[in-house]
T-cell receptor
Framework: KAGVTQTPRYLIKTRGQQVTLSCSPISGHRSVSWYQQTPGQGLQFLFEYFSETQRNKGNFPGRFSGRQFSNSRSEMNVSTLELGDSALYLC?????????FGPGTRLLVL | AQSVAQPEDQVNVAEGNPLTVKCTYSVSGNPYLFWYVQYPNRGLQFLLKYITGDNLVKGSYGFEAEFNKSQTSFHLKKPSALVSDSALYFCAVRDESSSNTGKLIFGQGTTLQVKP
């Protein structure tokens, strides 16, 4: 099976812009989780979607949002970008066997 | 609230020697524990997990982890380190606020440096 794919891999934006990141889970996986990784805060949970419904949400401001489509693909959106949003954004898809991560999207906000 | 601690920012070991990367956890119920490895500019790769059963869990690439309930620890081990094992290692616990959740709580990570 193909692994978790994320697009784009790299992104440069400026403050105030918005960005949309995409994640395609492993075929058959219905749960998709998103994490933010920064040197200072480490890996922090953003949200999880299961069957197109948000099942869990982390402690991030409302500028961070997401959705999941009927084919389990997920997108996350960050509006009004801030410098501190520069990070590696990781998507993971889950099955009862475990949680598997994609390569991430590295976002740089200038 | 559950948490995970990795007390060492960096572990240095010589190639061929055994390695241990430490992890302690705090949960109110039964822990679901994981180890992941991250190479530069890559995502996280799953190494192993503990849900129930034997306290010694065997995983990928020759790694294993020992679950110790009394010490609330889940240390990652490998009998003989390779230079290619040099990477960032994360311990994680599954959030127990709801069943079947995909939310993991991660430790801060430990950089493993294996020297030839």
């Amino acid at each position: 099976k193909a692994g978790v794919t994320q697009t784009p891999r790299y992104l440069i934006k400026t403050r105030g812009q918005q960005v949309t990141l995409s994640c395609s889970p492993i075929s058959g996986h219905r749960s998709v989780s998103w994490y933010q990784q920064t040197p200072g805060q480490g890996l922090q949970f953003l949200f999880e979607y299961f069957s197109e419904t948000q099942r869990n949400k982390g402690n991030f401001p409302g500028r961070f949002s997401g959705r999941q489509f009927s084919n389990s693909r997920s997108e996350m959106n960050v509006s009004t970008l801030e410098l501190g949003d520069s990070a590696l954004y990781l998507c993971a898809s889950s099955s009862p066997r475990g949680q598997y991560f994609g390569p991430g999207t590295r976002l740089l906000v200038l | 609230a559950q948490s995970v601690a990795q007390p060492e920012d960096q572990v240095n070991v010589a190639e061929g020697n055994p390695l241990t990367v430490k992890c302690t956890y705090s949960v109110s119920g039964n822990p679901y524990l994981f180890w992941y490895v991250q190479y530069p500019n890559r995502g996280l790769q799953f190494l192993l997990k503990y849900i129930t059963g034997d306290n010694l869990v065997k995983g990928s690439y020759g790694f294993e982890a020992e679950f110790n309930k009394s010490q609330t620890s889940f240390h990652l081990k490998k009998p003989s380190a390779l230079v290619s094992d040099s990477a960032l290692y994360f311990c994680a616990v599954r959030d127990e606020s709801s069943s079947n959740t995909g939310k993991l709580i991660f430790g801060q990570g430990t950089t493993l440096q294996v020297k030839p």
